[in-house]
């Protein structure tokens, strides 16, 4: 009897072995297939990010009929609201959502062009009832220095094709000590805003610990142009948000000699730019 079982467990191992090798070898054998086929003809794998926002736009009908993978994200506060806002960016509810905020729908071109590109930066808010003036970072003084000592500033808002806000945006932690906080109100007291069009915001860091959520700036950043660093492919909206590299606070103003912001031929006539982003 204990020989009879004996022979019989292994029989069963020898089957199980067989099945695992075999298996195996099919699946390797798949798996080369597929490799020919790519190589031969890489245009037929599907781009995920395509394929991604199809599935937000159309087939999601629930919380639970997410993707099962770890790469989907939600899509963006700012996607969100365009694609519940009119088409003029203004928020109000409707049943036909708009695309992503594109340089054709959310930018006025009527003040730009090759010899007439300006940019107008907001002079420093006023002081609070305190007497003490709003807080701004040494990096965004940086940003607004260099923009100002440059060919393409202008004093006149009314020349101006871009605007940059004197409102430091450039760390959106709660818990940092250059938290800029009521940001929202002060948007709204700026008097050429207009739900963000031709504006640029600077951003290097968002959201707070322990998320830190790349989309939690704390404020709607409407029509503007986001440039942001650590930016994912998910929230950046191509063709229109430009993704920067992350620079430490004592990252020098000027890079030349005296003058060389004013006198450099920028962008530079050059085929590749290289930058380096880092990580917190």
């Known amino acids: 009897m204990q020989a009879k079982k004996r022979y019989i467990l292994v029989i069963i191992c020898c089957a199980f072995l067989a099945y695992c090798y075999f298996g195996g070898y099919r699946l390797k054998w798949l798996q080369t297939v597929f490799r020919l086929r790519v190589r031969r003809n890489p245009d037929t794998l599907p781009c995920y990010h395509q ?19 770890d790469l989907y994200a939600s899509p963006p506060s ?15 509810s409707t ?13 006025d071109f009527s003040k730009c062009g090759d010899k007439n590109f300006l940019v107008y930066v907001y002079p420093p ?3 609070n ?14 940003i607004i220095s260099a923009i100002q000592e440059s060919r393409y500033y202008t004093t006149d808002p009314e020349r101006a094709c871009l605007f940059v806000l004197g409102i430091d945006t ?12 009521n940001v929202p109100s002060r948007l709204q007291r700026l008097p050429y805003w207009n739900n963000g069009r031709n504006h640029i915001i600077f951003n290097l860091y968002s959201g707070t610990w322990p998320d ?14 986001l440039a942001k660093a650590s930016m994912s492919i998910q929230s950046h909206r191509p063709g229109f948000d430009v993704s920067i590299p992350l620079f430490h606070k ?4 000027r890079g030349g000699n005296t003058g060389f912001v004013i006198s450099n031929n920028f962008p530079a006539n050059k085929k590749y730019l290289l930058a380096f982003k880092g990580k917190r």
């Open 51 to 69: 394929l991604h926002y199809e599935y937000v736009e159309g087939e999601a009908s629930g919380p639970n009929d997410m993707p099962d993978d």
């Open 78 to 92: 700012y996607e969100i609201h365009y694609r519940g806002s009119t088409g003029d960016g203004s928020g109000s």
């Open 95 to 107: 049943h036909h959502p708009t695309k992503p905020c594109r340089m054709e729908t959310c930018f």
């Open 125 to 127: 808010e006023p002081l």
């Open 129 to 142: 009832s305190l007497g003490a003036p709003p807080p701004i970072s040494q990096n965004y003084q940086k």
């Open 170 to 181: 450039l760390d959106r932690d709660a818990l940092s000590e250059d938290f800029v906080r």
């Open 212 to 225: 830190y959520n790349e989309n939690g700036l704390g404020f709607d950043t409407g029509q503007a142009i």
């Open 250 to 253: 004592q990252f020098p103003l």
